[in-house]
């Protein structure tokens, strides 16, 4: 059984253009994670949402929006693609942020290619 | 958020051969975390470390929370060639909220 799972696995699309990436996590956990690798391969939070409220909003371009419509499932959405929004986009999710031995488990990824 | 040097960069070793890599941080971590990525994959949770001086083992690997809070390192014993891949430290304290910061990963090659 996938326990984060995102789709699609592939976007490529060309710049402008409007986009969303989806994920789900069927761990029962209270928190979710985007988090973008760039082309050296480097992890980096972008956004995290605990129980449907938004907890951790780095410096990221406001044409990045995410959503969760309930605690299983964080959303991302891409306005306007730019050619430097091509990345991997990793979605996570945690039992609950805060606890000590909070740990993270991650998606398959979602490889953005912006023509 | 706050770097992590994660050391060394690559390696390039044998099967069989032992390998060590490590994290250091100016800032204090309450929490120490290692992880695998495969090509095309997420990364992997390998060891999860929550106490300074731990000492942690899981099948060949062998990880360890610094006493000062500031560092871990990660041992991998008789190495094969499925250890190919990119490893990454990860820490978490106060100042990063729930978030993790990520070293810049150590990408293990093993020849057979």
């Known amino acids: 059984d996938t326990a984060v799972s995102q789709t699609p696995k592939y976007l490529v699309t060309q710049m402008g253009n409007d986009k969303s990436i989806k994920c789900e996590q069927n761990l029962g956990h209270d928190t979710m994670y985007w988090y973008k690798q760039d082309s050296k391969k480097f992890l980096k939070i972008m956004f995290s949402?605990?129980?449907?409220?938004?907890?951790i909003n780095e410096t990221v371009p406001n044409r990045f929006s995410p959503k969760s419509p309930d605690k299983a499932h964080l959303n991302l959405h891409i306005n306007s693609l730019e050619l430097g929004d091509s990345a991997v986009y990793f979605c996570?999710?945690?039992?609950?942020?805060?606890?000590?031995?909070?740990?993270?488990?991650f998606g398959p990824g979602t490889r953005l290619t912006v023509l | 958020g706050q770097q992590l040097n994660q050391s060394p960069q690559s390696m390039f070793i044998q099967e069989g051969e032992d390998v060590s890599m490590n994290c250091t941080s100016s800032s204090i971590f309450n929490t120490w975390l290692w992880y695998k990525q495969d090509p095309g994959e997420g990364p992997v949770l390998l060891i999860a470390l929550y106490k300074a001086g731990e000492l942690t083992s899981n099948g060949r690997l062998t990880a360890q929370f610094g006493i000062t809070r500031k560092d871990s390192f990660l041992n991998i014993s008789a190495s094969i060639p499925s250890d190919v891949g990119i490893y990454f430290c990860?820490?978490?304290?106060?100042?990063?909220?729930?978030?993790?910061?990520f070293g810049k990963g150590t990408s293990l090659l093993v020849t057979p």
């Open positions: 996570a999710s945690s039992p609950q942020a805060g606890l000590t031995t909070d740990t993270q488990y």
């Open positions: 949402y605990n129980n449907k409220e938004l907890i």
């Open positions: 990860a820490g978490r304290n106060s100042n990063s909220g729930y978030a993790l910061n």
